[in-house]
């Protein structure tokens, strides 16, 4: 059994953030959601840190909360918190991923069903082993939706095939989660680690005031009007022309080099 519930490592730029509960497919306890929200938290904060990985341990990325836990927990044989839960865990794991400031690819290995299946939507890149698949599940046990389902789902395949899987949850395999807009591409098994990690590497070596400034352009647009998005992405424009990073790809450009980007 595992003692750690999530684990968190920095190399070379990028944090991978893993939950560690093989034994019962990386399903969130109480302490799983509050170890994943402080990590999430600690790699936004991080400047070394230029891109996230979101992963899961053994054969499942995460199957959302832990029903054994809720179970107790209605029961009243122990307080988890599930009362606040939302508020208190789910909502800032999912706005931690949503708005961190530099990418996060979620590497789903396995299935990814509830809560999971949320995070993995409100990362920026989905990888998905050719085995793997993402089931919302909420409606199955008479639940509604959290961790941004509601908002990043309909914004990924549309408002009618969102409303689909979500009141009528099944597994979506892999590769029907690429045909319908869900996954970012699709890997065989034996090639997922190496995939992941030449998309990280990536990532990580790349522009990240401008990955982040991207991220927060394509967010507020989706909920203001045409004149308004486009004085955001002005003042946008502005922060990333005054970085080093802008500096540094126009001279390479100009020199027919590759650029050796800082992040900055």
Known sequence: MSTTPVSYDVTEGVAT?????PESMNSLTLSAKVALRDALHEAAADSAVRAVVLTGSGRAFCVGQDLQEHVSGL???KDFGGSTTVADHY???ATAIATMPKPVVAAVNGIAAGAGASM???????VLKRSAGFNTAFAAIAFS???GASWTLPRLVGHGRAMDLLMRPRTIS???ALAIGLATSVVDDDDFDDAVAALASELATGPTLAYGAIKRA?????THDLPTSLEHEGQKMALT??????VVAVEAFLSKQKPVYTGR
Do not use: K, M, Y
């Open 91 to 93: 909502n800032p794991i």
């Open 218 to 222: 394509v967010a507020f647009s989706a």
């Open 75 to 77: 029961s009243g044989q």
């Open 145 to 147: 939706c959290d961790t």
């Open 241 to 246: 022309a005054a970085s080093s990073d802008h």
């Open 120 to 126: 993995a939507f409100a990362s920026d890149f989905r």
């Open 17 to 21: 953030v893993a939950l560690a509960r």
């Open 174 to 176: 892999a590769d029907e």
